[in-house]
Each structure stands twice: as structure tokens, then as C-alpha cells.
């Protein structure tokens, strides 16, 4: 497990401030136009998201672990996100081999149930959230916000802030390939920048 240190190096190193900017209108273009995008570039890809109920049942069958891409529709760094990292291919191809992923809207207003319980959708004067959102995210309601859980659904760690696809591909292998359980933090980050610094380009630019 990472540790309370190891988070907080974690949290500085890949988390930006959630704010609107002005290239909104842009993003929203980019994320329309990204099925057709993918089909004319190879270097896009594609991630199968499942809804919470389909990803229990498919991890009934076969367990993986999970990944929760926790979002909103007014998250102007969300959207940011699904084009330039969710449609990175390398970043696609891994998360579709070892994880299922699941896009959960934070503003959704359906009951959801998860390992016997019930979670519901809670409104307040300044909108609302829903209960399972403000659960896995231990109570602290930032968009986007990428948790990780093991295949029981148990939570690993939630991830606040914008994750382009360099910081994305070296967060997703600490948990899927397992080093989350014998390695901190730090130790892993040095053992993969030596073992593949280039991996992933920082930027989702594609190439």
C-alpha cells in the first residue's frame, strides 16, 4: 500500500488545480469528433468503460482490478483529460488489458449498489453528489479523481487532479502489476524511469 508520505509525494507530483479554462470549446469539438478521430489515427485508442453494474458482473467471471475515472459534466479538466490521456492508445491498450474501468458521473442521481450496500444521490443547496462518489474518494469531492480498487472492489487509492499520460501509465502499472504491495512509492519511481523513461510522451499528443 502506499503509505500517508507516499500519497502526498504522489498528490504533489501529478495533481493540478480543477479549473475552467478557455479552451472549452475546443475540448468539447475534440471529444465529439474523437470516434472518427481514432478510426483515421492509429495512435488513438479507445477504453472500454463499463458501468458499475457491468463491471461487477464482469469481474465475477473473471477478476481484475478497477479504475474509476470519477468525473462531472461541468468539469472543464475532465474533459481535458478523456482527450488528451483517455485517448492515448498505450494508455487505452493497458487499462483495457488489466483493469476494468469505470466512467462514474459524480452528479449522477441513480441508485447504485455496491458490495450489499446501497448508495443514493445527495442533494444540496449548491447541487449535489452522489454517496458512493464522496465514499471512494474518502469524503473529499475533486474532479477528476481516478480510484484505483483491487478485484474485491476493496479501495487502493483515490488519485485527485488532471494525469496526462506519462503521469497515468506510471500510476496504472504500480497498482496492476503489484508493486503497490512490496514497493514505496519512491523506490518504484526510480525503478521505472530507468526501465522506461519514454514510454509514454507527457503530452497525449499522439506520437
Not at 87 to 110: L, S, T
Not at 180 to 206: F, L, R, S, V
Request: hydrophobic content about 40%; charged content about 25%.
Amino acid at each position: 500500500m502506499i503509505g500517508k508520505e507516499d500519497t502526498v509525494f504522489i498528490y504533489c507530483y501529478i495533481c493540478t488545480p480543477v479549473t475552467f479554462d478557455l479552451t472549452m470549446i475546443r475540448i468539447l469539438l475534440l471529444i465529439i469528433l474523437l470516434p472518427l478521430l481514432s478510426a483515421i489515427n492509429p495512435a488513438l485508442g479507445q477504453i472500454n468503460w463499463l458501468t458499475w453494474e457491468e463491471a461487477q458482473a464482469v469481474n465475477q467471471k473473471k477478476p481484475r482490478k478497477i479504475m474509476v475515472d470519477v468525473y462531472t459534466e461541468w468539469c472543464g479538466w475532465c474533459k481535458k483529460m478523456d482527450v488528451e490521456t483517455f485517448a492515448q492508445k498505450e494508455v487505452c491498450d493497458y487499462i483495457n488489458e488489466h483493469y476494468y474501468a469505470v466512467k462514474f458521473d459524480a452528479g449522477m442521481k441513480e441508485d447504485i449498489e455496491l458490495k450489499g450496500k446501497v448508495y443514493k444521490y445527495v442533494k444540496t443547496t449548491r447541487g449535489g453528489y452522489h454517496e458512493l462518489a464522496s465514499e471512494i474518494m474518502f469524503g473529499k469531492l475533486s474532479y477528476p479523481t481516478i480510484v484505483f480498487m483491487d478485484e474485491d472492489f476493496n479501495i487502493l487509492q483515490p488519485l485527485p487532479g488532471y494525469k496526462d499520460p506519462a503521469s497515468l501509465d506510471k500510476i496504472m502499472k504500480y497498482f496492476a502489476e503489484d508493486y503497490y504491495q512490496t514497493t514505496p512509492w519512491k523506490k518504484y519511481e526510480e525503478m521505472y524511469n530507468q526501465e522506461q523513461p519514454k514510454a509514454i510522451p507527457a503530452k497525449g499528443d499522439g506520437k
